[in-house]
């Protein structure tokens, strides 16, 4: 059976540093880690929830295509293939040549993102799949690394 492990944390927690390290773990355990950013599941621009200042607002989960997102979990614990979207920052859309792929049955998805332990982004994939892991850095290197990544980098 395909688990799920859901990791959240804020803005430059260091998510994605610690989806790679797990990943190490996990095989060198001789698991099959599959890693998913939420980040290619944002909606195209034109979609995108504004805030009260008329500014993008990226970290709404009504940014997400959460609908996309659990159709393609979904899909993937039942052993179907699936193209997972990759998302151009400086477009801002999803482009169509995603990598295609289907899990074995002993594969672990590791999501990782801001929303991944918001239920409305998991609402349709059963609970006995889901593992949840919150982590935040220490305040002073959650800032640093947070003050280095501007929104020029992203390209919003």
Request: net charge positive; glycine share 6%; hydrophobic share 35%.
């Amino acid at each position: 059976m395909i688990k799920i492990v859901l990791i959240a944390g804020p803005s430059s927690s260091g998510k994605t540093s610690f989806v790679h390290r797990l990943s190490v773990q996990l095989r060198v355990n001789g698991l099959k880690p599959f890693p998913i950013s939420l980040d290619n599941y944002f909606l195209p621009r034109d979609k995108t929830p504004k805030d009260e200042f008329g500014n993008y607002d990226f970290e709404s989960i009504d940014a997400l295509g959460l609908n996309l997102f659990n159709n393609q979990i979904i899909k993937l614990i039942q052993g179907e293939e699936v193209e997972l979207p990759i998302f151009n920052f400086k477009k801002g859309e999803r482009e169509k040549n995603g990598k295609i792929v289907r899990l074995e049955g002993d594969q672990i998805i590791l999501v990782e993102g801001i929303h991944s332990l918001n239920d409305r982004l998991t609402k349709e994939i059963p609970k006995d799949n889901k593992y949840k892991i919150y982590i935040s850095a220490l305040t002073q290197l959650n800032l640093d690394e947070h003050n280095r990544i501007s929104t020029k980098t992203r390209h919003f």
